[in-house]
């Protein structure tokens, strides 16, 4: 399965949670959701990054911002991200911050991201060639 794809699976099981009130677990999925369609073309762009193997949300979106700039400022995104995906996995801190506006701003991540990747990042013949170089 390609890292779209898992990125899509993830954003409906993100859904599913959310709607069945399972809170810090949507926000785990909707975390994993944008790493994916960083991913997604990430792996194109740099194929032998060490950045495609970690969780690395920062580095991933750096590297493709410098590539394709957002036309919307996504920074406080990718600090979520990377803040709460560790964060709702292992809860040290309690998971009182975990309610349903929390998850909502996550599955609204999901959909910036998504955006970006589908509409700004749009593959040319020069970046299909640097690929296949490599």
Do not use: W
């Not at 699976?9 to 809170?23: G, M, V």
């Not at 194929?47 to 949300?57: C, K, M, Q, R």
């Not at 493709?64 to 036309?71: D, E």
Request: proline share 2%; hydrophobic share 35%.
């Amino acid at each position: 399965m390609d890292y779209y794809s898992l990125a899509e699976s993830h954003q409906k099981t993100a859904r599913i949670l959310l709607d069945n009130r399972q809170y810090m677990d949507s926000v785990y999925h909707s975390c994993l959701a944008v790493e994916m369609y960083l991913k997604s073309k990430h792996a194109v762009l740099f194929p032998n990054s060490e950045l495609g193997i970690t969780h690395d949300v920062i580095g991933i979106s750096r590297d493709l911002m410098k590539q394709y700039p957002s036309t919307v400022n996504l920074r406080h995104v990718f600090v979520s991200v990377r803040k709460y995906m560790n964060e709702s996995r292992y809860p040290h801190g309690g998971t009182a911050v975990y309610t349903q506006s929390f998850a909502e701003e996550f599955f609204e991540y999901i959909e910036l991201i998504k955006a970006y990747i589908d509409n700004e990042c749009q593959l040319n013949i020069g970046d299909l060639e640097n690929r296949y170089r490599r």
